[in-house]
């Protein structure tokens, strides 16, 4: 399966909103919290995962998704919402706990949910596998042709609810495409210090379900495995489960003194970045010329930074909306 | 009486990039006898934390408290060792 | 050696000595958790302990709650004393059989045959804008599990000495921090959570209540957080010339009610205050424990400041609206002290 040349100025326009977002956020994150790192000081307090070197999981699987789909992602979203076509201002005012954001600030950036696209995400490893099997077990039920896809990191492969999710969607034959973004590292522990075996594409075996794993965070590798897996779901052929070996940028989370990662490791990683590699490629093959990957590249930036203004000039809820909404 | 400089140490983290630290935390309350060695407290930039040691033992003076701003060099505490 | 009585520990650092305290002197006594080997746990409660004890006594674990919190119940009652870290208190959703079915019951189960020495501890609290799954205290939905003795410490000194008493304890303990206590150089918290700690293995006993501030015209009772914004109340009140008295429980189970009533007794007007959600919890467990035994001691209606029975929202403005703070602790306290009933 290859991309088209639509399909590709799509993924690297998505790849690097996502990549711009994060390195935009990783600054903004900052303000109010120097020369003292005050973790609930400046206009986005709290916890921040970025993502950055990740966009390929997102963009290579959601290029082939439609609205009607769902998207169920981890504590470190930012790229998936993107690619999955979450309002980027309303998400971001999110972030900012402002009252135009999806939730007017109640969730922020770790439960970030809009039911326009069937995107959600959620604090707890693991949590949004099951999730996802509901929404293809509703699919099943109304006849429709959408999939889930869930996310989830290599640490969450090792969770109880994980492996549940996955022996039901397989029992039940359901169309969901289970996504392991395998960045190395949980927190501070590396992947062959918590899991068992060193791919986990092959635990696919014991649901009775292809597996698949993606190396060195190719997107078009990406694309081609999972316009596979949700083919084959949408025609009823049942779940998938793929691994893609990624990797992150920044810490597990903004203010991760990171003593953990060897020397050197993030500088080997931005050499082989996989925006400037699907770039060179889709130029050089994808029949995309580099004035038409600049102009996307312009516009994607463009329009985070119009989010970021946004959300910026919004206002804060009043203290006592923190009362509603908490039943429908 | 013999007094000895808590300087912040030249060199501990990159300034070009982020010129000053805080004071995150004293081990020891003003006027405290410490031991020579001895964690007194320690600084934090950005998201690094690090530890300061008592040169010397004696009588802690504090001159620059918790959360108190500082750069390579500052001055931030005396020991008094008479 | 008069520099270690001095010495200032922040509580993170307390917690993480008394562990120590306890592995120098029993073998038995192993770590394990999410990031608590290298990292010395999220919120630095092991700090240190894998260069002491290296990594078969500090160890890391999968995400797997379930399986550690369950082997470590398993390892307790074939004659270990583990110490299991729940990174948030928030994720016990994922392993909560483990602890309230299996750690909490296994003594009962077996008519006292069998002891369960194992200690869960776990990071609590927010105020830092962390929002509804990582900020919770959930004070309540364990103190409500028979079985489960619950320590909640509000300073480095009751820390140490309270984890110490958990290691040595036959029972399951869930020892909860607040975060926003630990003295992380990366996180605010109250001058007065660090404090003077020896450097000897003393206990604290469990069900002990403390008066951490002695007074006569009312009784705030609270614990963990909500004892410093207590004090801070207090202290405001004092220039007023209303003398207030607090009661840090440090423990919820087993409940020091005793020290609780003798309280009330005196001043006669109780306030409680608690960072958890309001309805069927510590709140209303204090006030029903004064009430039922005597409410002849209430000059005025006892007063309840807690979390509303909300998620805990992630925008500052609404979260800060939502927890207790001195200033609702003061308005209160007036209250109570300005009404004739």
Redesign the interface.
């Known amino acids: 399966m290859k991309p088209s040349k639509n399909q590709l100025l799509w993924m690297y326009s998505a790849m690097a909103k996502a990549r711009y977002f994060e390195d935009t956020m990783a600054a903004v994150y900052m303000e109010g919290k120097s020369p003292k790192f005050d973790i609930g000081a400046g206009p986005v307090p709290g916890e921040m995962h970025l993502c950055a070197g990740q966009e390929p999981c997102a963009a290579g699987v959601c290029v082939h998704l439609r609205p009607e789909d769902t998207v169920t992602a981890t504590h470190r979203p930012h790229h998936q919402a993107i690619a999955k076509g979450v309002d980027l201002k309303k998400m971001t005012a999110e972030i900012f706990g402002k009252k135009t954001g999806l939730a007017g600030g109640r969730g922020g950036h770790m439960h970030l949910l809009d039911p326009k696209v069937n995107f959600a995400c959620s604090g707890i490893v693991a949590e949004g596998t099951g999730p996802a099997v509901g929404a293809a077990l509703a699919a099943k039920m109304r006849g429709t042709k959408a999939v889930a896809v869930s996310y989830v990191g290599e640490g969450a492969a090792n969770q109880g609810a994980f492996h549940e999710a996955l022996n039901l969607a397989a029992l039940w034959k359901l169309p969901v495409l289970f996504v392991i973004e395998d960045n190395a590292w949980a927190i501070s522990v590396p992947k062959s210090k918590s899991t068992a075996v060193a791919d986990n594409s092959v635990r696919a075996a014991a649901y009775g379900i292809p597996g698949v794993h993606i190396a060195d965070n190719d997107t078009l590798a990406i694309f081609t495995a999972a316009g596979e897996a949700i083919e084959r779901a949408r025609a009823g052929g049942g779940p998938t489960l793929m691994e893609i070996e990624t990797y992150r940028y920044y810490g597990h989370f903004q203010g991760d003194p990171e003593v953990y990662r060897p020397a050197g490791e993030v500088a080997a990683l931005k050499a082989k970045d996989p925006i400037e590699r699907l770039r060179k490629e889709m130029i050089a093959n994808g029949g995309v010329s580099a004035a038409e990957a600049d102009a996307a590249l312009a516009a994607a930036r463009k329009e985070v930074d119009e989010a970021v203004a946004f959300a910026r000039q919004s206002p804060y809820p009043a203290p006592a909306e923190a009362l509603e909404h908490v039943f429908a | 009486m013999i007094l000895s400089d808590i300087a912040v140490p030249e060199g501990l983290w990159d300034t070009s990039k ?1 010129p ?3 004071v ?6 003003d006027g ?4 020579a060695g ?1 964690k007194i407290a ?1 600084l ?6 690090f530890d300061i040691a008592a040169p010397a ?1 004696g009588e802690l003076h504090i001159l620059v408290p ?2 108190g ?1 500082v750069r390579p060099g500052t001055l931030i505490g005396r020991i008094d060792g008479a | 050696m008069a520099s270690k009585s001095n010495r200032i520990l922040t509580m993170s650092h307390a917690i993480a000595e008394g562990i120590a305290n306890e592995m120098r002197t029993d073998p038995s006594v192993f770590v394990m958790g999410e990031d608590i080997a290298a990292y010395g746990g999220i919120f630095g409660a092991t700090t240190g302990l894998l260069a002491e004890f290296g990594e078969q006594r500090i160890r890391d674990t999968p995400i797997s709650e379930t399986a550690f919190i369950g082997a470590g119940v398993g390892a307790a009652m074939a004659g270990m004393r583990p110490i299991v870290e729940l990174m948030f208190v928030d994720f016990f959703g994922v392993c909560m059989d483990a602890i309230y079915n299996l750690a909490a019951k296994n003594i009962y189960f077996s008519g006292g045959n069998c002891k369960v020495p194992l200690v869960i501890m776990t990071a609590t609290g927010g105020g830092y804008s962390d929002a509804g799954q990582h900020s919770q205290t959930l004070h309540a939905t364990f103190a409500h599990m028979p079985g489960l003795k619950v320590a909640v410490p509000s300073n480095a000194y009751d820390a140490k000495g309270l984890m110490i008493s958990a290691i040595r304890d036959d029972s399951p303990v869930l020892y909860m921090f607040h975060k926003g206590l630990q003295g992380l150089a990366w996180m605010a918290s109250p001058e007065k959570a660090a404090t003077e700690v020896p450097d000897d293995a003393y206990a604290i006993p469990l069900g002990e209540a403390k008066v951490v501030r002695p007074g006569k015209d009312a009784t705030i009772v609270t614990l963990s957080m909500m004892v410093h914004r207590s004090m801070e109340a207090a202290e405001q009140l004092a220039k007023d010339g209303i003398d207030v008295e607090v009661v840090d429980l440090r423990t919820l189970v087993p409940l020091d009610r005793a020290t609780v009533f003798k309280s009330v007794a005196k001043t006669g007007r109780l306030i409680v205050v608690d960072e958890d959600y309001s309805s069927f919890g510590v709140t209303a467990e204090i006030i029903t424990s004064v009430v039922e035994r005597d409410p002849t001691v209430l000059k005025v209606k006892p007063r309840r400041l807690a979390f509303p029975d909300i998620p805990i929202p992630y925008s500052r403005p609404m979260e800060q609206f939502a927890l207790p703070n001195a200033g609702k602790i003061t308005e209160a306290v007036r209250e109570s002290v300005k009404k004739g009933r």
């Open positions: 982020t000053e630290g805080v995150a935390n004293w081990f020891y309350r405290s006898t410490v031991e001895a320690e934090m930039v950005e998201k690094t934390v033992a918790k959360d701003i």
